[in-house]
C-alpha cells in the first residue's frame, strides 16, 4: 500500500473557512487503535470556540439558504466528485484512526459520498403544496423552508459516513451546521471539511470543532438559542440528556440512537444466505454498527446446523491490523471497549451459556510496546451458544464482534423475544415463506427490517429507528424533512 492520506492529516478547528487553533491553544492526542501510535495532537474546542462557530454558522446561514437549489445542488456534487477523487487517502486515514479493515474504510468513504450525490439531487426537489381550500376565495399554499444552523454530534464507529448523513441534508435544504465529531476520530470529519472548501462551499456552512470536552460543548450546541436544530448519532443514554437539554428552547432534534438488532432465522432459510448475512451484519467494523445483529434467534430443528456453518465461516474471519491485507476485523476502539465486550460474554457464560468457537490472538503483535497496546485492544471473534435471554448479551448493545444464538420453538415465540426490548433500529429475518414475511414485515417492532439480506444501509432508503433507537429519518426523500420547517400560507382574494 502507498500511504496517500498524509495532505489530508488537519489538525484544526475549522470555523468560517479558517484553519484555527482553540481559545485556550490545548490539544488533545488522537491515536491509531490498532497500534497505539500518535496520529496528531488535534485543536481542542473550548465553549468559546464553540459560540463564535455558531455565530460563522448563523452569519453564513443567510446567505447560503438564499442560494438557488440548483447552485447548492451543484456544490454539493463538487463536493461529491472530490471525496470520491480522494477515496483511497481518506479511507486510508479512516483506517489509521478507526481500525476498521482498509477494504471497509473504502467502503464508507463511498457509503458516505453517496448520501452527498444524493441530496446533491435531491436539494431540487424540495417542493411544497397547493391544498384545495374551505372556501372559493383562499389559497392554501405549502411551502418549506431550512430550519436553520443545525448542531451535529457523531460518533467514532462511522466517522466519515456519520458525518456526511448529516451535513448532505442539511446543506441541501439551505442550513449550515457545527460539528462535534467523536474525539477518537476527528481526522476523518476534518478532512471532509477540507474537501468541502475545496469544492466551494461558502465559509461558515460547515464548521468542525474537534473537542475532548463533549458535555461542555454539548451544553454549548443545545443552550445556544441560535441552534435551532441538533442531529445526533450515539448512545440512547447520550441522547435522553440531549432531549433534555434541547426542551429549555424548543429545539427540534433527529437522534440516530442504540440498537438491539434481533437476527431471525426460521426453519425453511437458505441458511448459506443466513451465514453469509450474519457474517456481514455481525462482524463488519468488528461488530461497532448500531444495525449489527446483535441477537441471533435460531430454530431449534436447524440450530446446530446454522451453528456448525456460522462456525466454519467465522474461522475464515481474519483479525489485525486494518491495513494489513485480507484482514476482515480490526481492533475495536478501546481498551475500554475491549472490557465491556469480554464483561458480556463472562456475564452470558456466568448465565449458563457456552463458548462454541472463539479465534485464537494469531497475530504478530509480541514485538514492541506499540503492539502489545494493540494486542490489548483486539477482540478474538466468539460464538456463544445457549445464551439465555436475560443475559447482557441479548440485552444490551454488545459493540463488538460476538455473536450469541438462543433457539427457539414457533413463530409467536420468536416474534414475542424480539420485541422484548426497548430498542427498535434494525431486524433481519431469514424465510422463504411469503405469508410470514408479510406477518413479520408487520409486526416486528422495528424501524428498518432486512428480508433475507444482513445489509440493509443506502442512501435511498430512510435510516432510523423506534423506540429508544431514536427518532427521524436519514437519507431517502424523509431525509430531507428533517431539516425543513413547513411555512403554510393563507392568500385570500376577493
Ligand atoms: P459511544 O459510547 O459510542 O462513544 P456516545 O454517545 O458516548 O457513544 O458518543 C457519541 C458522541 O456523543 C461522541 O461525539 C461523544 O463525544 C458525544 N458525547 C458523549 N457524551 C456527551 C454529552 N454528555 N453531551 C454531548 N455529547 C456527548
Not at 191 to 197: D, G
Not at 441 to 457: F, H, V
Request: charged share 20%; aromatic share 8%; proline share 4%.
Amino acid at each position: 500500500m502507498i500511504a496517500v492520506y498524509s495532505s489530508f492529516i488537519k489538525n484544526k478547528l475549522f470555523i468560517d473557512g479558517d484553519w484555527c487553533s482553540s481559545a485556550d491553544e490545548k490539544t488533545f492526542a488522537v491515536m491509531n487503535p490498532a497500534t497505539g501510535e500518535l496520529i496528531a495532537q488535534v485543536a481542542d474546542a473550548t465553549p468559546a470556540d464553540a459560540t463564535r462557530a455558531i455565530n460563522a454558522a448563523a452569519r453564513a446561514q443567510i446567505t447560503w439558504a438564499e442560494k438557488t437549489a440548483s447552485e447548492r445542488s451543484r456544490l454539493l456534487r463538487c463536493w461529491f466528485d472530490l471525496v470520491m477523487q480522494n477515496q483511497e487517502s481518506l479511507a486510508q486515514l479512516l483506517t489509521l484512526e478507526q481500525g476498521k479493515p482498509l477494504a471497509e474504510a473504502r467502503g464508507e468513504i463511498a457509503y458516505g459520498a453517496s448520501y452527498i450525490e444524493w441530496f446533491a439531487e435531491e436539494a431540487k426537489r424540495i417542493y411544497g403544496d397547493v391544498i384545495p381550500p374551505l372556501a372559493n376565495n383562499q389559497r392554501i399554499l405549502v411551502t418549506k423552508q431550512p430550519v436553520g444552523v443545525v448542531a451535529t454530534i457523531t460518533p467514532w464507529n462511522f466517522p466519515n459516513a456519520m458525518l456526511a448523513r448529516k451535513l448532505a441534508p442539511a446543506l441541501a435544504a439551505g442550513c449550515t451546521v457545527i460539528a462535534k465529531p467523536a474525539a477518537e476520530t476527528p481526522l476523518s470529519a476534518l478532512a471532509l471539511a477540507q474537501l468541502a472548501l475545496e469544492a466551494g462551499i461558502p465559509a461558515g456552512v460547515i464548521n468542525i470543532v474537534p473537542s475532548s470536552q463533549a458535555q461542555a460543548i454539548g451544553e454549548v450546541f443545545t443552550s445556544n438559542i441560535l441552534v435551532r436544530k441538533l442531529s445526533f448519532t450515539g448512545s440512547t443514554a447520550v441522547g435522553k440528556k440531549l432531549i433534555a437539554q434541547c426542551a429549555a428552547d424548543v429545539k427540534r432534534i433527529t437522534l440516530e440512537l442504540g440498537g438491539n438488532a434481533p437476527f431471525i432465522v426460521f426453519e425453511d432459510a437458505d441458511l448459506d444466505a443466513a451465514v453469509t448475512g450474519a457474517i456481514a451484519s455481525k462482524f463488519r467494523n468488528a461488530g461497532q454498527t448500531c444495525v449489527c445483529a446483535n441477537r441471533f434467534y435460531i430454530h431449534q430443528s436447524i440450530y446446530d446446523a446454522f451453528c456448525q456453518k456460522l462456525t466454519a465461516a467465522m474461522q475464515t474471519l481474519k483479525l489485525g491490523n486494518g491495513f494489513t491485507d485480507e484482514v476482515t476485523i480490526g481492533p475495536l476502539i478501546s481498551l475500554r471497549a475491549k472490557e465491556k465486550v469480554q464483561s458480556f460474554v463472562d456475564d452470558a457464560v456466568q448465565r449458563g451459556a457456552r463458548i462454541a468457537y472463539q479465534a485464537a490472538i494469531q497475530t504478530p503483535f509480541q514485538t514492541s510496546a506499540a503492539e502489545s497496546f494493540a494486542q490489548g485492544n483486539f477482540f478474538p471473534p466468539a460464538l456463544l451458544v445457549d445464551v439465555p435471554q436475560d443475559a447482557r448479551l441479548v440485552c444490551e448493545e454488545i459493540f463488538g464482534p460476538v455473536a450469541g444464538l438462543i433457539r427457539f420453538a414457533t413463530e409467536e415465540q420468536v416474534i414475542q423475544l424480539a420485541n422484548a426490548s426497548e430498542y427498535g433500529l434494525a431486524a433481519y429475518v431469514y424465510t422463504r415463506d411469503a405469508n410470514r414475511i408479510k406477518r413479520l414485515s408487520e409486526q416486528l417492532q422495528t424501524g428498518m427490517l432486512g428480508i433475507n439480506t444482513g445489509l440493509l444501509s443506502n442512501a435511498a432508503a430512510p435510516f432510523g429507528g423506534i423506540k429508544q433507537s431514536g427518532w427521524g429519518r436519514e437519507g431517502s426523500r424523509y431525509g430531507l424533512d428533517d431539516y425543513l420547517n413547513i411555512k403554510y400560507l393563507c392568500e385570500a382574494f376577493s
